[in-house]
């Protein structure tokens, strides 16, 4: 990408836009999978993590015009093309008709439903922790289609797919990312 990003700069304008705690940790969740499967994908996990840091940029102020103000911000701001492109397919076919083609595309738009799906898994634990999470209890959830009724099954299966990778692998590569900010993301477990 021509122009880099800065992540604390990201994070910031993330802050400015977004007041609710449970916002700014599906943003840090949506990133840290990003950054996961950026590495799986042999692409740059700093780019991919920024398109999921700030992917619901504006759904705190404008939730009636989500993707749309989150564009506007982003080009004021001076964020590149192919970044602001990304940050659209999220939301492929519910608010924009940006159709995901790159991997990071496709990738933002699977995770973003997925993470939901994760956290809300997690916090119906005993352990309330995502270290001792496993595939098979998100399949488990899956099925139950009342639980975490918000995530999109259909979205992320299509996302999967897109990727052309099984569900199970994405839902993995999904969860390592968000182990690895657990405490923020508040789903280390009791201490």
């Known amino acids: 990408m021509e122009n880099k990003v800065d992540?604390?700069?990201?994070?910031?304008?993330?802050?400015?836009?977004?007041k609710k705690d449970s916002l700014i940790k599906h943003a840090l969740a949506v990133e840290a999978s990003m950054?996961?499967?950026?590495?799986?994908?042999?692409?740059d996990p700093?780019?991919?993590?920024i398109v999921g840091l700030i992917h619901d940029l504006d759904?705190?102020?404008y939730p009636d015009q989500h993707c749309v103000k989150t564009k506007e911000i982003l080009e004021e701001n001076g964020y590149p093309g192919e970044l602001i492109r990304a940050v659209m397919c999220h939301g492929y076919g519910i608010c924009t008709d940006e159709e995901p083609i790159t991997d990071m595309e496709k990738a933002i738009y699977a995770v973003d439903e997925l993470t939901g799906l994760i956290?809300?898994?997690?916090?119906?634990?005993?352990?309330?922790?995502?270290?001792?999470?496993?595939?098979k209890s998100i399949k488990k959830k899956w099925k139950d289609k009342a639980f975490a009724a918000g995530a999109n099954r259909e979205v992320i299966q299509k996302g999967a797919d897109m990727l052309g990778m099984e569900l199970s692998d994405l839902m993995q590569y999904t969860i390592d990312g968000m182990r690895g900010v657990a405490k923020e993301l508040g789903l280390a477990g009791e201490e």
């Open 7 to 18: 992540r604390a700069e990201a994070y910031e304008l993330l802050k400015k836009y977004n």
């Open 46 to 49: 700093d780019v991919w993590g």
């Open 59 to 61: 759904y705190d102020m």
């Open 119 to 135: 956290t809300a898994a997690v916090l119906v634990r005993p352990s309330k922790s995502i270290e001792d999470l496993e595939v």
């Open 35 to 43: 950054r996961k499967l950026a590495e799986v994908k042999g692409e």
